[in-house]
């Protein structure tokens, strides 16, 4: 078992640009799909422009459904590019139609809620980037950016490495997460594991440590570590600066949920 990844992006190729998730205005858009554009990329936005009532989603279900399938039908898109995440993804899923995408496989790039999207696409055999999304683009170094587009481009084995708990080295299919959205695809059609020798690596976002505790549990009482040859832990942080008596940390519920799996982290 092995992800086809899409072909190689070249200066040229087009990109569409959706919102799957939470709204973003345009203005903070813009500055991201100035990058792309300077890298090469003709980039066309598509996004729903009629308010949805539920404030947290970019557009209704049936607007971002068209403008997300649009996206992956249309044989000379090179690259989908989301806009931003927050929530709305897997609402889409069900009603996605993966055919065209098949058959002319294209890369998908952003992070957070799109991880649904992401492994969705893993689940039809086909690899995306796990990167910054259009609405943080701007904010990352140029060292993050150059990576990106050099990865985009010419492509690279790509190393993790930082402070090991459980040693050792492991080669395997990577796959990125939103840990509360990858756990959310649990009994659903779109959930991609296992893939042999699996490395699983995870962030999350406003999730307390307790509620990290039961999102692993999930995983652990699943068996869906049994195929998982390692794991890379991510950033585990708050939108806003806590007061220091109210600040968590969660190393230690994920040292004791995934330190006696005995895999590399």
């Known amino acids: 078992m092995s992800l086809i990844l899409p072909p190689r992006l070249q200066p040229g190729d087009r990109a ?39 404030e947290y989603l970019a557009g209704s279900d049936r607007d971002r459904l068209n403008t997300l399938q649009a996206a992956l039908d249309d044989p000379t898109c090179r690259t989908i590019l989301c806009g931003r ?14 055919d ?5 496989p294209k890369w998908i790039v952003g992070f957070s809620d799109i991880t649904a999207l992401l492994w969705a ?25 150059s990576r990106l587009w050099q990865w985009l481009h010419a492509g690279a084995g790509y190393e993790l490495s930082g402070t090991a ?20 695809l649990f009994a659903t ?23 990290i505790d039961r999102l692993l549990t999930q995983w652990r009482n ?14 585990f942080s708050w939108n806003d600066p806590l007061p220091e008596d109210e600040r968590y940390d969660a190393t230690l519920a994920l040292r004791d949920r995934l330190m006696d799996l005995k895999i590399p982290i």
């Open 222 to 235: 699943a068996g869906a570590f049994e195929s998982v040859a390692g794991i890379a832990l991510g950033r």
């Open 100 to 104: 065209r995408f098949r058959k002319s």
């Open 165 to 184: 708990w459980n040693s050792g080295r492991v080669e395997g299919t990577l796959f990125p997460a939103n840990l509360a959205v990858a756990t959310s």
């Open 16 to 54: 569409r640009v959706v919102l799957t998730s939470g709204p973003c205005d345009r203005e903070t858009l813009q500055a991201g799909i100035d990058i792309w554009r300077a890298w090469g990329l003709k980039v066309e936005i598509d996004i729903p422009d009629r308010p949805c009532e539920l």
């Open 85 to 98: 995440g927050g929530y709305g993804v897997t609402r889409l899923l069900g009603d996605l139609n993966w």
């Open 121 to 145: 696409a893993a689940n039809q055999g086909v690899g995306g980037l796990h990167a910054p999304l259009l609405s943080t683009l701007p904010h990352e170094s140029e060292g993050v950016r």
């Open 189 to 211: 059609p779109d959930w991609p594991l296992p893939y042999p020798d699996t490395i699983l690596a995870f962030e999350d976002i406003n999730e307390d440590d307790y509620r």
